[in-house]
């Protein structure tokens, strides 16, 4: 056969050569040991929390190493486009801290030396590579029809390798005069492979996350371009990440059965494989199984589910950590204050069945994260949070900054700081009773608080309550009213003799805290009725104090 006929037969217009691309694209100067990795989304526009995690990770993976982290957008299916995809996609990495070295940065926007980092501007280059396998009789066109494809896999219904192999591959030694006449004539045709695998060969390669894998070689003559000249994945990924000069290759684990085709693809290409991360997806609890994190059944599957929630980036990253790498949490501990920019993640810690998302573990995590911060910080990124998703605790903060501030303050900023936030979408529930706009009274009492001691307390209370005393003068003046209204000020003295007593300080407290707030359970009441101030006080105790009084 002569191959440089059918090398200008099918690529006419093609005139460059593997060579031109691999000196315009020069392996990267970095540093021994740095890896590149990428984010290769095609752009639908959504972005999976299994996305998100997966980049994440190849981030991180870039950034411990000093490497290179780039976006590559994989558009070759012009049909499944999304217009403002890319954009969707990249401010969502953004909110994670997440911000490409190199490749797309915004719609139709590129950075960087590789570039098109768009796979529909590279066609050219596809091409070339293309016609240098057809050249070495590597690649041949294959004229088969929708409908003949459909019958050999009819056929196969028994054969243990379906595809196009052995005598499936009918056009494998087509004359090139037929060729010729063919697609003079105006008939389709794709690329395949011409397959040097044997039906005894093997593959084997050493996935960093799940180690040794040994699989069949690839024998199946697999189409490289489509009919219109574009690449199928397995091409592009092969040519792109050479090209790009990625190290690594963080991508799901549904890939892993075509691991075989790519790293034939790179050998017959002449190129260094990449090594392999295949990711295991997020897992989800249900009915005592598990399953994998749907788009269409969960709402947190999407990633802006946590922004319209209102979870800081900071508590979805450490969460993303501990899900990651088992011994994140370990580290955690032992630095608590620390960037997790200095937890380097090792890819043989992760799960290989999956990680399970679980909403209740996140919450904690999250707990944890905003109860260190300062109240400001709170304010800020909760009032940011406020201004899009939930207008009305906007406008209760806009009515006073200073006073939603120091309300978030209450209980913060100490060395045991209460964890009542996990979101910020459950701040309006927490400060609820400090707006009379959105407190609601209920005056259920609990202990040995009953509506006739509410009665004698709040009478008592009323009139001694003074919101200039300072918290030791304040709590003296509760305790120094339990005698008179028939309790002790000493809960251990109750303990000892209960029958003596209408109850103990802490339900003089009770029967104060829901007057005041409709709770049983609040942060520090000091705080609470300091910065109800004096008004909301009185007007609060007197309308529970009427309450109690007709339930008598
Ligand atoms: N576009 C492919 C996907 O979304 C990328 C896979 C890869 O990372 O190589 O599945």
């Known amino acids: 056969m002569d191959y440089n ?32 990795t990428r984010f290769a989304p095609s752009p639908t526009g959504f972005l999976h929390f299994g ?15 000093d490497g290179v982290f780039y976006v590559r957008v994989e558009d070759t299916d012009q049909k499944r486009k999304v217009e403002g995809a890319i954009e969707v996609m990249l401010k969502g990495l953004e909110v994670y801290g997440i911000i490409p070295d190199e490749g797309v940065i915004g719609e139709g926007a590129e950075k960087g030396e590789y570039a098109p980092y768009y796979q529909s501007a590279r066609k050219e280059i596809y091409q ?16 088969m029809t929708a409908e003949e494809l459909d019958e050999i896999r009819a056929s196969q219904e028994n054969e243990s390798i379906k595809g196009i192999w052995g005598k499936y591959a009918k056009h494998r030694e087509l004359e090139i005069d037929e060729i010729e006449k063919r697609i003079a004539d105006g008939e389709q045709w794709t690329l395949r492979l011409k397959s040097p695998g044997t039906l005894d060969g093997k593959c084997r390669f050493d996935d960093l996350i799940r180690g040794k894998i040994e699989m069949p070689e690839n024998v199946q003559d697999v189409v490289l371009l489509k009919s219109d000249g574009i690449p199928t994945y397995h091409f592009a990924h092969a040519v792109d990440d050479h090209l790009m000069r990625t190290t690594h290759v963080m991508r799901g684990d549904e890939w892993i059965a ?29 009915n005592g199984g598990k399953r994998k994190l749907s788009k269409r059944k969960d709402p947190e599957a999407k990633v802006t589910y946590y922004a319209e929630q209102g979870f800081p980036k900071e508590s979805v990253t450490e969460y993303i950590m501990t899900l990651a790498n088992s011994n994140f949490e370990d580290w955690r501990r032992m630095n608590k204050t620390e960037s997790i920019d200095k937890f380097a993640i090792n890819l043989k810690k992760m799960s290989v069945s999956g990680a399970l998302f679980d909403m209740i573990k996140l919450t904690d995590v999250s707990k944890n994260v905003i109860c260190t911060m300062p109240a400001k910080k709170v304010f800020e990124l909760s009032y940011e949070w406020a201004k899009e998703y939930n207008y009305e605790l906007a406008s209760l903060y806009e009515q006073d900054t200073e006073r939603a501030t120091a309300i978030l303050n209450i209980d913060r900023e100490n060395k045991k700081p209460r964890k009542d936030i996990a979101k910020w979408s459950d701040i309006p529930d927490y400060i609820s009773y400090m707006y009379d706009e959105t407190f609601v009274p209920c005056y259920e009492l609990t202990g040995n608080a009953t509506p006739a001691l509410a009665v004698k307390v709040l009478e008592k209370y009323k009139d001694v309550v003074n919101l200039d005393d300072d918290k030791d003068t304040w709590f003296s003046r509760i305790k120094g009213m339990c005698e008179e209204v028939g309790c002790t000020p000493n809960v251990k003295e109750y303990k ?14 009770t029967v104060i805290r829901v007057a005041l707030t409709g709770r049983t359970n609040t942060p520090d009441l000091y705080s609470i009725t300091a910065l109800l101030g004096k008004e909301r006080v009185i007007s609060r105790l007197e309308a529970a104090l009427n309450h109690y009084k007709e339930e008598m």
């Open 128 to 143: 070339s590579y293309a016609k240098s396998l057809v050249l070495q009789g590597l690649a041949y066109p294959c004229f």
């Open 258 to 286: 075509s691991t075989p085709i790519h790293l034939q693809l790179f050998r017959v290409l002449g190129f260094k494989p990449p090594k392999y991360a295949h990711v295991a997806p997020i897992m989800k609890e249900e």
């Open 5 to 36: 006929r059918l090398a200008e037969i099918l690529f006419p217009g093609i005139d460059k050569t593997p060579d031109f691309y691999e000196e315009k694209y020069p392996p990267r100067q970095l540093k021994e040991g740095a890896r590149v």
């Open 51 to 65: 996305n998100l995690f997966t980049c994440l990770v190849s981030y991180k993976t870039a950034k411990d190493t």
């Open 496 to 509: 000892q003799n209960p029958e003596a007593f209408d109850g103990h300080v802490g339900d003089v407290s």
